[in-house]
């Protein structure tokens, strides 16, 4: 056999288990596919991968907070890296083309615009109502969807469908997440704050839900009225130091206090300012999230430098949900399970798909409802607390049906 023919194919062996085994690839292995001969004699697979993302960035309390102009997209962007580290010596090339909605915009004739550019595969950071409206498109139908930015459980339920996989966690599946802690610390007594938008609502009926199903007690909910107002101002700080105190003031005996505020108008405001000395949870203080820039273990460290070194920012739970939907087109692909989506549905679906996602667990997917199993981080900010399911939790399957809707559950009727 030809010496550097041989020595391709080793390489590439070696590459496949790295990447299978959440390793970065070397600087050296990512070498131009023109100049590797064993991938010039092959026929090359070109697999396009759309991004679509939502009209506004969001707000934030901190401008070290507010969303970066590329969450999501970056971390998509190196997990399509890492595919074409992997695809180049499978006779595979791998593009990402993006399409920003503008306000206003039809999300599915934005996702037809990416149809119209080569994609098949979609990752899609929208609102519900406007991932459904995509996906029941006539383009969308033709597609798969990575749903990455939208964690209403409604979604993975009654409103499931066959051509949106949710690699985004659930609002029960983090508010199961949160709750596995504070019981195994004996945090049972909460009292919870909440917001007055309706996604604050929907993240304190999932925490209602988890408190109830592992035995904790909300001895007290107390709705935050949002009336504006400018707290970045020069007078901010003074007025939340008397606010804050005094909203708190005069609630039952509690362990916790866990703010509901997805909406972000004031829980960040909580910490080191409710008026009983009480650790803070839940959309402030210790918080549930797909990934945190802080994790170091599992082999994290390496794919947060990568990350860093490219785009001179941390990595978001975003970013992190958009990287893990471009390695499991990857992970599919190199199976030869990406000709079309519904093969590659099929291959994560089937008990040969597992990702390694330096999280110390493999991922797999649920083939009721198409939510991605997955660990939940607790961080505080600064440092990973803990990580969910807690030890303790059972399940007859996977530890990981501990969180969020399980298969008995389920309202999932996939067609």
């Not at 700080?237 to 105190?245: A, G, L, Y």
């Not at 839940?282 to 794919?303: C, F, H, K, M, R």
């Not at 991605?372 to 969910?388: A, C, F, K, M, T």
């Not at 939790?393 to 009727?413: A, I, V």
Request: charged share 25%; aromatic share 8%.
């Amino acid at each position: 056999m030809n010496g550097r023919r041989f020595s391709g194919r080793c390489l590439a062996i070696g590459l496949l288990f790295a990447l299978a085994n959440g390793a970065a690839p070397s600087r050296a292995a990512q070498s131009p596919v023109a100049e590797t001969p064993l991938a010039e004699s092959a026929a090359q697979q070109k697999i396009v991968i759309g991004y679509l993302r939502r009209a506004e960035k969001g707000s934030a309390i901190s401008r070290l907070l507010v969303p970066a102009e590329n969450d999501g997209e970056a971390g998509a962007q190196i997990g399509v890296d890492d595919d074409a580290v992997t695809g180049e010596f499978l006779g595979q090339s791998y593009a990402l083309v993006s399409r920003r909605l503008k306000t206003g915009e039809d999300a599915a004739a934005a996702l037809a615009d990416l149809a119209g550019q080569g994609a098949s595969f979609i990752l899609a950071d929208l609102p519900a109502e406007a991932l459904l409206k995509a996906a029941d498109s006539p383009a969308g139908a033709k597609a798969l969807i990575f749903n990455i930015g939208a964690p209403d459980d409604f979604l993975r339920e009654e409103s499931c469908r066959l051509n949106i996989v949710h690699v985004a966690p659930t609002r029960s599946m983090l508010a199961d997440a949160l709750a596995q802690y504070l019981v195994w610390r004996q945090w049972r007594k909460w009292f919870l704050v909440v917001g007055s938008h309706p996604r604050d609502r929907l993240w304190a009926e999932a925490l209602q839900r988890s408190a109830a199903r592992l035995g904790a007690k909300i001895v007290e909910e107390r709705v935050y009225e949002d009336r504006g107002g400018a707290r970045r101002s020069d007078s901010g700080v003074t007025q939340v130091q008397r606010e804050m105190p005094a909203f708190t003031q005069g609630a039952p005996a509690h362990d916790v206090l866990v703010a509901a505020d997805e909406s972000a108008v004031f829980a960040e405001y909580l910490p080191y300012r409710n008026w009983d000395p009480r650790p803070v949870a839940g959309s402030a203080g210790l918080v549930p999230a797909s990934w945190d820039a802080s994790n170091e273990n599992w082999g994290a460290t390496q794919l947060q430098q990568r990350f860093e070194r490219r785009f001179f920012r941390p990595m978001s739970p975003l970013d992190m949900n958009g990287w893990t939907a471009a390695r499991m087109i990857g992970e599919a692909a190199s199976h030869g399970a990406a000709s079309d989506p519904a093969s590659l549905r099929a291959h994560l679906l089937s008990p040969d798909f597992a990702l390694a996602a330096f999280k110390g667990r493999k991922l797999t997917l649920r083939d009721w409802n198409l939510q991605l199993r997955q660990p939940i981080l607790l961080s505080d900010g600064r440092n990973v607390v803990s990580l969910s399911p807690q030890d303790g939790f059972m399940h007859q399957f996977s530890e990981l049906d501990t969180l969020g809707t399980d298969r008995p559950e389920s309202k999932c009727r996939l067609k």
